[in-house]
């Protein structure tokens, strides 16, 4: 990304999807192997612009230990090579700025985060005060998209097929519950993954109509649970904004972004998403805080940059 202009000169992403897909989800050791494999084969591809890089941004945090080293090495090595610094970059901070990707950034922000990891309803006053509002007790709604298709074995991730499943089902089959019922601005996907395991595990063979009704009607409540509480929280919320953002890697469902614009017009809000391609993890939405950071002087020296499987940088 150009310092300045913030034009994405360059954007690749390799998937390690179809190689995760076989076991279900992601396979730690796989996943950092494969990392060792595809970043260098990026690399290769970006060397007209190396000489010209003032710096390079990489996510530190949160996220699984193992592939985050891959790319924290990658950027030291890039960093004491070229002899530029270091930005260290949130990850759901990226998630935030996945919108503002060629765009200028405003505050203040609401933000639903909907990814694989988190399930979050975020308060951003600038990129230094992002406060989370509320957040999952247990499973986050991608992860429940995914082991929901798993025990359908859809492969992996389970969102997109969920999502191409339920377009021929009947939504209103099955009856799941909506979870944490009430005033409470809270999220959990448990119960409503087990009360789907339940339903599969009725059946001695489940024909491709009870697959699509499954997954229609575990989509409509996933979706309901998250519009339900978000209800909740635009009642309550006496933030100064007339935006409401919708990002992550499960903010591509398309019948959440139909569900959410509704919602966002009954309270006055816009709805802010990414382009699809912006939605799941990407490389430019961290260039794009990068950016943010470099006009900051918010730099690190490679000696001093680790990775954290937790937020350092939400507010609690
Ligand atoms: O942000 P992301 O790429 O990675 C994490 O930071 O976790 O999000 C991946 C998650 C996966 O759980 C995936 O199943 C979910 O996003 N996802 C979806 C859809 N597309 C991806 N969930 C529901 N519907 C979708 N269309
Ligand atoms: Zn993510």
Redesign the pocket.
């Known amino acids: 990304m150009e310092v300045g202009s913030g034009k994405l000169l360059f954007h690749k992403k390799i998937s390690q999807e179809s190689e995760h897909a076989k076991y279900g989800g992601v396979v730690p050791e796989l996943a950092s192997r494969l990392h060792a494999v595809y970043l260098p084969m990026i690399l290769e591809q970006t060397k007209e612009y190396l000489p010209h890089l003032k710096a390079v941004a990489v996510t530190n945090e949160p ?1 699984l230990s193992v592939t985050l080293n891959e790319g924290v090495m990658m950027a030291k090595a890039l960093s004491i090579s070229l002899n530029i610094p270091i930005i260290e970059v949130n ?1 759901l901070v990226g ?1 935030i700025y996945s919108i503002f990707i060629e765009k200028e950034a405003t505050f203040p922000l609401s933000v639903l985060l ?5 399930t979050m309803i975020l308060e951003a006053f600038s990129i230094d005060d992002v406060r989370v509002i509320a957040s999952t007790m247990d499973d ?4 429940s ?2 082991k929901c ?1 798993k025990l359908l074995n859809l492969g ?8 191409r499943a339920a377009r021929e089902g009947s939504e209103d089959r099955f009856a799941f519950t909506l979870p944490l019922r009430g005033k409470t601005v809270a999220f959990s996907y448990s119960g409503i993954k087990n009360a789907f395991r339940v339903e599969v595990e009725k059946s001695e063979e489940l024909t491709p109509v009870d697959v699509s009704d499954l997954c229609a009607s575990f ?1 409509k409540v ?1 979706i309901e649970h998250l519009l339900d509480k978000v209800e909740r929280y635009f009642e309550a919320s006496r933030i100064e904004s007339d935006y409401f953002a919708i990002v ?9 972004r139909e569900n959410i614009t509704e919602l966002c017009e009954k309270y006055g809000k816009k709805p802010l998403f990414a382009k699809l391609e912006y ?4 490389a430019a939405m961290i260039a794009r805080v990068g950016l943010e950071l470099y006009e900051k002087g918010r730099f690190s020296e490679a000696k001093n940059v680790d990775v954290s499987p937790k937020n350092r940088v939400l507010k609690f």
């Open positions: 996220g990850h998630h909907v990814s694989g990891g988190h986050s709604f991608g992860e998209f995914d298709a992996y991730p389970g969102g997109p097929a969920i999502e989509q996933a992550g890697g499960a903010s591509a469902n398309l019948r959440l939605c799941s993890d990407n």
